[in-house]
Every structure is written in C-alpha cells, then in structure tokens.
C-alpha cells in the first residue's frame, strides 16, 4: 500500500483528491495538510511514500518545504501537483529533487500512474511539461524573465505576490528584514520593476500566479 500524504490550501482540491485515490487500488491516503510548515512537521514524525505537493501555499511554499523534506529523509518522494505549468517551476522543483511534476488538470488515471511510479523510484514529468521542458532549450530568446531567479527569489517574489508583507515573511523563512529586502531588490534588478505591483503584474503575464485561486 502505498501511503500518500495531500498538501494544499485549497479544502476542495484535498477532498477532490482524496476521494479520487480513495477509489485506486494499493493507494491510502494518510493524512493531508494546508501548508508546507505542516507537511514538513507531518513528514518529521511520520514517512508517507509520496507527498502530493501544491507549489503556491500561505507560509513558506511548496518549494521550500519538498527541500526540507527530502533534506531530512530522501526516501520519501514528493511530487509536485500544480497550476504553475510555465518555467521556471517545473525546473526549479526538479532541480531541488522533486520526483514528479503534475498540473491540476491531469487526467485521474495519471496522477496514479504518476504516484506509483516516483513509488518504484522513477521520475514523472507530464508529457507536455516535459516537452516544453526538452525544448526550452532552443528557445531561449523567449524564455520567462523568472527564469533568472534563484530559487530563493522565486520564493519570496510567490509570498510577495499574494500579498504577504517583509516582516511576515522574514518570520516565516527565519531572515531578517534587511535580508528579504535585499532578495527584493534583487528581483526588481533582475526583472526590470520598481515596486510589488510591478512584480505582481509581470508575474501574472508569465502565467506565474493563477488569479483565479488568489
């Protein structure tokens, strides 16, 4: 059986979820969580096999929690299940070790496929995500601007986009504000913007946020 823990904000995404594994065979669902913070304690007393991983959650964010989680025990597999389908996300969380990359589109008969596979220790990517992946790089010139990010700017340009103030996230990530303020500055550098809004828009027109779930 294999023990899958659910990490999303969104209550009905969790339930549409469990409900659909609930019907899969050799697949439990263990236990499931609204943020990474909570899916990083959860997997420090407990080893689920794979961990359904959200990306853009209140809090520290799926990026940083899959880090700490496979950091702390590598033998649970996490696969990342989101709306953020445009790079530089896919490349980041498999570059952080990630084990697989699903949209929340995929059809239900994949994202079993995809459990069981990062199970057995394989890699999953879905198809198209791992096409435009393979071909990004002949394409260069059109590449998203967030690509320039480090992951650590990626993250704190997700928590600044949904509104988070510094203080807040200074707390949440353990840094002073001197330091997210010079993450910030950065990414205004790197991204040509002057202010949040700036970023916000921009973020948008990459398809790095989904308003519709904001």
């Given at each position: 059986m294999i023990k899958v823990l659910l990490v999303d904000d969104h209550d009905l995404v969790r339930m549409g979820i469990r409900r659909l594994l609930e019907d899969a065979s050799g697949i439990e669902v263990v236990s499931e969580v609204s943020t990474g913070e909570e899916a990083v304690q959860y997997?420090?007393?407990?080893?689920?096999?794979?961990?359904?991983?959200?990306?853009?959650?209140?809090?520290?964010?799926?990026l940083e929690a899959t880090k700490k989680i496979i950091r702390y025990n590598p033998d649970i597999k996490v696969l990342i299940l989101t709306v953020?389908?445009?790079?530089?996300?896919?490349?980041?969380?498999m570059q952080i070790g990630a084990s697989g990359f699903l949209t929340k589109n995929t059809p239900p008969q994949e994202m079993i496929q995809a459990i069981k596979a990062v199970k057995s220790g394989q890699r999953y990517i879905t198809p198209g995500i791992a096409q435009k992946m393979a071909l990004s790089q002949f394409n260069k010139p059109d590449e998203s601007p967030?690509?320039?990010?480090?992951?650590?700017?990626?993250?704190?340009?997700m928590m600044i986009t949904r509104g988070e103030k510094v203080v807040d996230i200074s707390d949440q990530l353990s840094l002073s504000s001197k330091t997210i303020n010079s993450y910030r500055y950065r990414m205004f550098d790197k991204l040509s913007v002057s202010n949040d809004v700036e970023l916000t828009h921009l973020a948008?027109?990459?398809?790095?946020?989904?308003?519709?779930m904001l």
């Amino acid at each position: 059986m294999i023990k899958v823990l659910l990490v999303d904000d969104h209550d009905l995404v969790r339930m549409g979820i469990r409900r659909l594994l609930e019907d899969a065979s050799g697949i439990e669902v263990v236990s499931e969580v609204s943020t990474g913070e909570e899916a990083v304690q959860y997997c420090r007393a407990n080893v689920p096999d794979v961990v359904l991983m959200d990306v853009n959650m209140p809090g520290i964010g799926g990026l940083e929690a899959t880090k700490k989680i496979i950091r702390y025990n590598p033998d649970i597999k996490v696969l990342i299940l989101t709306v953020h389908i445009e790079d530089p996300f896919p490349t980041k969380v498999m570059q952080i070790g990630a084990s697989g990359f699903l949209t929340k589109n995929t059809p239900p008969q994949e994202m079993i496929q995809a459990i069981k596979a990062v199970k057995s220790g394989q890699r999953y990517i879905t198809p198209g995500i791992a096409q435009k992946m393979a071909l990004s790089q002949f394409n260069k010139p059109d590449e998203s601007p967030f690509s320039s990010l480090s992951e650590r700017e990626l993250q704190i340009m997700m928590m600044i986009t949904r509104g988070e103030k510094v203080v807040d996230i200074s707390d949440q990530l353990s840094l002073s504000s001197k330091t997210i303020n010079s993450y910030r500055y950065r990414m205004f550098d790197k991204l040509s913007v002057s202010n949040d809004v700036e970023l916000t828009h921009l973020a948008i027109r990459y398809g790095m946020l989904n308003t519709e779930m904001l």
